[in-house]
C-alpha cells in the first residue's frame, strides 16, 4: 500500500509569492491532517478534514493559510502571501478515522526569503 | 502551557542500553495516547497507542500508562544506532484532535 504522499519535497519562495502543497493520503482513509513544525513550536495543527468536510480550519493560521480537499484523495495547503515566519516543515497525515493512528507523508521543507 | 509536556528534551544512550521517555498530559480528557517516532528527513512513524493502563509491549518497546496520574512513559531495550531519532508522545480526548509534545532527541552511541 502506498503510504502518504506530499510533494514538492522543498519549496523555495520569495516573500510575498503563494505557494500551493499537495497531499495524497492513504487510500481509504476518511481523516486528513495539516500540520507545520518547527523546532520551537513543535507539532501545531493548521487544517482537519473529515471524509472531505473541514472539521477544523487552525485558528490563528486562518489569514493566510487555506487547505481543500476537492477529493477523497487529494488535498492542497495554499499559503498566500508566504512571509520569512511561514518557513517550517509542512506535514500531511491521514488516518482512517480520528482515534486511529496517523500515518504522516515526508513532508514539504519551505524556505521564504 | 503546553498540554503534552515530554522530558527530557534530549537523552544519549551507549547502543544496547535503556532508553526512557516521559509524557505527562495536563487534560484528564485525555483518553488515547500515542508514541511516534522521527528520523531526520523524515515524517512521524507510530511506534505504539496504548489506551489503556499499564504495560504494552511490542518488541523491543514497552509503553506504560497511568491515567490517574496522566503519566506515559516510552522504554526502548537494547537501544541500536538506527534508534537515534526524534520521539513524541501523542494524546488525544475527542477521538481526532491530537495533541503532540515537543519531543525528545534520542541519541544511540555505537
Known amino acids: 500500500d502506498a503510504g502518504v504522499t506530499q510533494t514538492p519535497r522543498h519549496e523555495v519562495a520569495e516573500k510575498g509569492q503563494t505557494i500551493i502543497l499537495k497531499c495524497e493520503p492513504v487510500?481509504?482513509?476518511?481523516?486528513l491532517f495539516w500540520y507545520r513544525q518547527t523546532k520551537i513550536q513543535g507539532l501545531e495543527l493548521l487544517s482537519y478534514?473529515?471524509?472531505?468536510?473541514?472539521?477544523?480550519d487552525g485558528g490563528a493560521f486562518k489569514d493566510r493559510f487555506k487547505a481543500e480537499m476537492l477529493n477523497s484523495s487529494f488535498s492542497t495547503l495554499k499559503i498566500q502571501p508566504t512571509e520569512p515566519k511561514d518557513s517550517a516543515v509542512y506535514l500531511c497525515?491521514?488516518?482512517?478515522?480520528?482515534?486511529?493512528?496517523?500515518?504522516f507523508g515526508p513532508g514539504t521543507r519551505l524556505l521564504v526569503l | 502551557q503546553q498540554k503534552v509536556q515530554q522530558s527530557p528534551e534530549s537523552l544519549s544512550v551507549p547502543e544496547g542500553g535503556m532508553a526512557s521517555f516521559n509524557c505527562t498530559s495536563s487534560?484528564?480528557?485525555?483518553?488515547y495516547f500515542w508514541w511516534y517516532r522521527q528520523h531526520s528527513g523524515e515524517g512521524p512513524k507510530a511506534l505504539m497507542?496504548?489506551?489503556?493502563?499499564g504495560d504494552k509491549k511490542e518488541g523491543r518497546f514497552t509503553a506504560h500508562l497511568n491515567k490517574a496520574s496522566l503519566h506515559v512513559s516510552l522504554h526502548i531495550r537494547d537501544s541500536q544506532p538506527s534508534d537515534s531519532a526524534l520521539y513524541f508522545c501523542?494524546?488525544?480526548?475527542?477521538?481526532?484532535?491530537?495533541?503532540f509534545g515537543k519531543g525528545t532527541h534520542l541519541h544511540v552511541l555505537p
Open positions: 497525515a491521514s488516518s482512517l478515522q480520528g482515534e486511529d493512528t496517523q500515518y
Open positions: 487510500s481509504g482513509h476518511n481523516d
Open positions: 478534514f473529515r471524509s472531505k468536510s473541514l472539521m477544523e
Open positions: 487534560d484528564r480528557n485525555f483518553q
Open positions: 497507542s496504548i489506551f489503556s493502563d
Open positions: 501523542a494524546a488525544s480526548s475527542n477521538a481526532y484532535k491530537v495533541i
